[in-house]
């Protein structure tokens, strides 16, 4: 009797000593997470921690410097889906917005505030482009302007309002024809060309729609005026 109690003392002892045991080592296993985690916590930058992709106005590649305007515009789809203009993360033009239409869609921005001044388009397929010109020649200095295409931007363009459109900083105004699709960003009071621009022909050889060619895209920083 006696040695059957001292064999369950002995049990007892031995399953406390593990519990002991047991439990040390689940303290341990947790401080030492704690700590790593703290010590990781410091020595990595939250960038890399964060799996959140990083967003850009209007969804640039790159965030643009101070004193630049982000945008990002892209041409009308054949004669189904319009022209949309975004700058500095607000949507400017678009068919949600219902603000384009047929021929060359123009928004106008303040160089210097980057406020949007006016937006209007331009048939200049069944239009006149006597509007069209009145509204170029009425463009104050200083004012960005942002074109795009949609359908057909060319039939009714005229040299008077190619060489107004030309001396905005476009390159490719003067070759523009029937359904090609085209993007510009440019200024009233430009000296130099504009950087911002595309422009791709109309050719059954290449065009990806048929009678159209495809979407042209583009997206940039605009300098800010200063004077």
Request: hydrophobic share 45%; charged share 20%.
């Amino acid at each position: 009797m006696i040695r059957a109690t001292g064999i369950i003392k002995l049990t007892v002892l031995v399953i406390a000593f593990l519990l002991a045991v047991f439990l040390a080592f689940q303290l341990f296993e947790i401080n030492t997470d704690f700590k790593l985690a703290n010590v990781i916590s410091r020595s990595v930058p939250a960038a890399i921690l964060s799996t959140k992709p990083v967003r850009y106005k209007c969804g640039l590649s790159k965030a643009c410097s101070a004193g630049h305007f982000a945008f990002k515009m892209a041409s009308g789809a054949a004669s189904v889906v319009g022209p949309r203009i975004c700058l500095e993360d607000k949507v400017v033009m678009s068919g949600v917005k219902n603000n384009v239409g047929r021929g060359i869609n123009i928004a106008l921005v303040n160089g210097r505030t980057g406020e949007v001044v006016k937006t209007e388009y331009f048939d200049m397929w069944a239009g006149d482009v006597a509007p069209l010109i009145k509204f170029l020649n009425e463009i104050e200095d200083g004012t960005v302007v942002m074109m795009a295409s949609f359908d057909d931007s060319a039939t009714k363009l005229n040299d008077e309002a190619r060489k107004l459109i030309a001396d905005l900083g476009s390159s490719a105004i003067n070759n523009l024809g029937f359904r090609d699709n085209w993007i510009f960003v440019g200024g009233k009071g430009i000296k130099t060309k504009s950087p911002f621009e595309q422009h791709i022909k109309n050719s059954a050889e290449t065009n990806k729609f048929e009678g159209w060619p495809e979407v042209l895209e583009m997206e940039g920083c605009i300098p800010q005026r200063q004077d």
